[in-house]
């Protein structure tokens, strides 16, 4: 099986236990978790997660005919997509996809396997749809029906 890549976002933040003038002032928030630990909880999550969806697509791919190889999968936090597939056929899913329902995955994973055949949102694209999961309406629906609690932190 081709490695799965993870892409996963680094913001750089000051240490809050520099000063200024490059000294350490005594820590006294010693109560918050440790950067570090949060950090690999965050790795583990998005292990995790990539695992689960691994396991996802390979279950759905014998319904996906016409994709003659499995398709490049990674993670990427995004604000208004679940998922998308890139004109290289890589697939990638947002990490807060996790916290949905299993058939609710289903679908936007067999969405962008879809897009590996038909690649715009056209009649084609639905029909072929529609054909792999008849009721890709009701689990859409139910998805952004959730999508604003999901997407808090």
């Known amino acids: 099986m081709e490695r799965e890549r993870i892409a996963i976002q680094r913001r750089t933040t000051p240490n809050p ?9 005594k820590n006294r928030q010693s109560n918050r978790q440790n950067p570090e630990i949060t950090g690999q909880a965050h790795q583990s999550g998005v292990l995790r997660s990539l695992h689960v969806f691994r396991n996802r697509l390979d279950a759905l791919l014998p319904s996906a005919l016409w ?4 398709p490049a999968l990674k993670l990427q936090m995004m604000q208004t997509q679940w998922g998308n597939c890139s004109p290289g056929g890589t697939i990638t ?3 807060h996809l996790i916290k949905a329902p299993r058939d609710c995955v289903d679908y936007v ?3 962008e396997l879809c ?4 690649h715009n949102h056209g009649p084609a694209f639905w029909a072929l749809l529609a054909r792999i999961m008849p009721d890709w309406e009701q689990h859409k629906a139910r998805l952004d029906g959730m999508a604003e609690m999901m997407l808090q932190k």
């Open 109 to 111: 994973i067999l969405h």
């Open 17 to 25: 236990l520099k000063t200024q003038t490059g000294g350490h002032r």
């Open 115 to 118: 897009h590996l055949k038909e």
């Open 93 to 95: 899913l947002n990490p």
């Open 67 to 70: 994709v003659s190889t499995p």
